[in-house]
């Protein structure tokens, strides 16, 4: 049970009008302090978070006025409620202008004050819930921008859309770094859910003890140093979304117990006897193959068919290059910060960021993209000094790395003289035309060099 009983300080100098208002607040299940002065109600608030003040204006010392000041300072989202002595509406809108909620004019009937101070935490919550709406709707426009426009990545863009709005569970699948947790996210944030949490979890991160505690919360006493009760994070992602990441690493008991949750959505807080019932839709990842590990007995199969209701396969990044340019401007922009001079790739960089194979994926060329451009400080081009060693010399390997072997075939003869062409080229390129040292750059001899070119322009 959260604890909902709102704290309440309650400032008025006349010893039985306070009285008597604080325990009818009382009765109406506020938990009251009562303060005498302005002095004794700053000095309460300041070893004690209270949720609402409520304090008469006019005071001796201290005047109201300034405990409200003083009171909305210290915490910002306090209701503050202040009482007029004499209908005087003019000090009522100066304590307003210091952040006080609202005001009730002496002499009132409780019931006026309980009214007012109903409808200023009902705004506040607005308020509050506002401001977290904001803030995913910030996030929203952030990650719904999941970068992509190579073919694997609009076909999953199509599965996105149709499975954001429902409810089923989703399995994320796809190497490290390819951006697993940003489509969780995405699809969190354009689904039905979008208003209420996204609360995420990586199972692998988590020592065993401790994960079944963090995944379903705990009463006190449940284990040593389980001072009070907590929720887990199932309960953090009531009616909005739980992601499970790295899935894979779960226990057999805890896959039994999640399995649970997904059947019956409900569960127990370790050393609970009473069962939780939850409403969340649950997204996992693994980048280890579940199916390979219900195989050879390693993962619950039930739980893997649970689990697996739409599967989402996200493609490693060397598969798609296409995407990389694009990835390397957002990330070009996020690292600049809003700088205003342009800095650019060079080409030859681009083509080595290219060919890289990225076992890091997309992580990795963000890691590559924010380096860069602190090596390139005062620089108006990033070049490939600039990425990293193994990016720089991506280059050697490219060709085999990046071919695939298309459905239908390819010419491989032509194919080669491509390759060739291409390197002779850039040889040229990078040595200003000395064939020399273009042959040295490709560990030819200098008429072999010069016979390749002759051939491949001129292909008989
Ligand atoms: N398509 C994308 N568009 C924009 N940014 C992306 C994209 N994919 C990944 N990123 C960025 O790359 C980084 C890694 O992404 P994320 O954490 O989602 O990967 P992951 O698959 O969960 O990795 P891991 O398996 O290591 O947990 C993040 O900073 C994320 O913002
Ligand atoms: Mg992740």
Same mark, same amino acid.
């Given at each position: ?161 149709? !499975? $954001?709005?429902?409810? %089923?569970? +989703?399995?994320? #699948? ?8 940003? =489509?969780?996210? &995405? ?11 996204? !609360? $995420?979890?990586?199972? %692998?991160? +988590?020592?065993? #003890? ?8 705990? =009463?006190?006493? &449940? ?238």
């Amino acid at each position: 049970m959260p604890d909902t009983t709102k704290h309440l300080l309650l400032v008025e100098d006349e010893a039985p009008l306070r009285q008597a208002i604080a325990d009818q607040l009382g009765d109406r299940g506020y938990h009251v302090e009562q303060a005498e002065s302005g002095e004794a109600a700053i000095a309460r608030l300041a070893d004690f978070a209270f949720d609402i003040i409520i304090t008469d204006l006019r005071l001796p010392g201290v005047d109201g006025s300034a405990v409200i000041e003083a009171a909305v300072a210290r915490y910002p989202d306090i209701i503050a409620i202040v009482v007029t002595g004499y209908g005087t509406v003019k000090d009522a809108v100066e304590a307003i202008k210091r952040g006080a909620s609202d005001f009730v004019s002496k002499p009132f009937q409780i019931d006026e004050l309980l009214h007012v101070l109903g409808s200023s935490v009902e705004q506040r919550r607005l308020k509050s819930e506002n401001a977290y709406l904001r803030s995913q709707l910030e996030e929203r426009y952030r990650f719904e921008g999941v970068i992509g426009k190579s073919r694997p990545m609009a076909r999953l863009f199509q599965l996105l859309e149709t !499975v $954001a709005p429902t409810n %089923s569970t +989703i399995l994320i #699948t796809g190497e490290t770094g390819t951006g697993k947790e940003v =489509v969780a996210r &995405a699809i969190h944030l354009n689904g039905p859910r979008r208003m209420h949490r996204f !609360v $995420a979890l990586n199972c %692998s991160a +988590i020592p065993e #003890t401790l994960l079944e505690a963090e995944l379903f919360g705990h =009463v006190r006493g &449940a284990f040593t140093g389980a001072v009070g009760n907590r929720q887990g994070r199932l309960e953090q992602a009531h009616r909005g979304t739980v992601f499970l990441d790295e899935v894979g690493t779960m226990s057999a008991a805890l896959q039994m117990k999640l399995l649970r949750v997904l059947q019956e959505r409900e569960f127990e807080r370790v050393g609970d006897s009473h069962t939780t019932k939850v409403d969340v839709r649950v997204i996992a990842a693994t980048n280890s193959d579940l199916a390979r590990m219900v195989a050879e007995g390693q993962f619950r199969e039930d739980l893997f068919y649970r689990l697996n209701v739409i599967p989402v396969h996200l493609p490693p990044l060397r598969e798609r290059k296409e995407d990389i340019p694009l990835l390397v401007q957002h990330f070009l922009a996020i690292f600049r910060n809003g700088a205003t001079t342009s800095l650019t790739v060079s080409q030859e960089a681009m083509r080595r960021l290219m060919s890289f194979s990225w076992p890091g994926n997309v992580r990795q060329l963000e890691n590559a993209v924010e380096r860069a451009v602190a090596l390139s400080a005062g620089r108006t081009q990033i070049d490939v000094g600039d990425l990293p060693t193994e990016v720089q010399k991506a280059q050697e390997t490219a060709l085999t790395t990046a071919v695939t072997l298309p459905e239908d075939g390819l010419d491989l003869d032509a194919f080669i003289a491509d390759i060739e062409r291409d390197l002779i080229q850039r040889s040229l390129e990078r040595t200003g035309g000395n064939k020399g040292k273009a042959a040295r750059l490709l560990n030819l001899k200098r008429t072999t060099l010069v016979e390749k070119l002759k051939r491949l322009s001129s292909p008989e």
